[in-house]
């Protein structure tokens, strides 16, 4: 089965100015796929280049095995697409503008259009320039997925919604992937990524730091420890190979630790615990340690 997207050495340069640069990534068919980084590192460019909105200075990207460029009509056909901010003729009524956009699917999507605008609460008589930048948002969202698109790439896609809209809208784009689409989903929201996504790359400076599963990806990195002993132990008794960040006040140690989990269990063995605890890191740890440039040297 082709891959949903694939990219190999994708490359833009905005003239000397870095876009992004060797970008290599696949994202498998009904995958929940996560693209993070902070503003400029590359995200908007990457989902660009794959809508061929802007061209690749090398490099190839792909969707359902066609070439992004050369196939782009083909590929419309099959992709919804939210952009981080909408902007949309004034004059027109919310109906008029999705009727239009859905003539171009040669389909009957109707009833879809009443069904997404009544899940987002979104009043299709509405004239678009009397509407609030969240409902545009939600015109969007409509305008992304009244094709039922096999491809679904969401680009910052809950800026404007307030939270009880993010939460329905969560739930539509998980009844989306059930149905069987893919979902690329770029943010800097962590916590959306981590709760939606299967996988997840980090983009940084234009380059991919990270590809891996989130439950790997927090499995291999730091671990916190909260540790609470029964009787004094010297300050550096945790102090081993894989400590982090070690603070110790009185009974309670507390540090990072990320190696071979028997080391500390070793130190564990030879102190006489009160209390104990072991966290995985959430995503926004995860996140920060690749900012840091510990990635590239631990």
Do not use: W
């Not at 699917?105 to 879809?112: E, H």
């Not at 890191?281 to 990635?295: Q, V």
């Amino acid at each position: 089965m082709p891959y949903a997207i694939e990219t190999q050495n994708l490359t833009k340069y905005y003239g000397k100015a870095r876009g992004i640069i060797d970008v290599t990534f696949q994202v498998e068919p009904g995958e929940m796929f996560g693209f993070i980084g902070p503003n400029g590192a590359g995200k908007s460019t990457t989902i660009r280049t794959l809508l061929s909105l802007i061209y690749p200075t090398s490099g190839t990207a792909k969707i359902f095995s066609l070439d992004c460029r050369r196939d782009a009509p083909e590929i419309a056909k099959r992709v919804g697409y939210l952009p981080g901010e909408v902007f949309y003729y004034d004059g027109m009524k919310v109906r008029d503008l999705l009727d239009y956009s859905a003539s171009f699917y040669k389909k009957d999507c109707k009833d879809r259009i009443r069904e997404l605008a009544g899940r987002m609460e979104l009043d299709l008589n509405k004239k678009i320039d009397d509407l609030s930048f969240g409902n545009k948002k939600k015109v969007g969202i409509v305008q992304g997925l009244l094709h039922s698109p096999d491809l679904i790439i969401l680009d910052e896609p809950t800026s404007g919604l307030d939270p009880l809209m993010q939460q329905i809208f969560f739930d539509l784009i998980e009844q989306e992937n059930k149905r069987g689409a893919t979902v690329f989903m770029s943010s800097h929201i962590l916590g959306e990524v981590q709760r939606l996504c299967d996988r997840v790359a980090i983009i940084k400076d234009g380059r991919l730091v990270k590809l891996e599963r989130i439950a790997d990806l927090r499995q291999s990195s730091f671990k916190r420890f909260h540790i609470e002993t029964a009787r004094p132990l010297p300050a550096d008794y945790f102090a081993v190979e894989g400590v982090r960040e070690l603070e110790v006040n009185g009974l309670t140690h507390n540090f990072l630790f990320r190696g071979d989990i028997n080391t500390v269990a070793a130190k564990l063995a030879g102190a006489e615990l009160a209390n104990f605890s072991a966290e995985e890191p959430d995503l926004e740890e995860i996140f920060l340690h690749y900012y840091t440039g510990e990635a590239h040297s631990s």
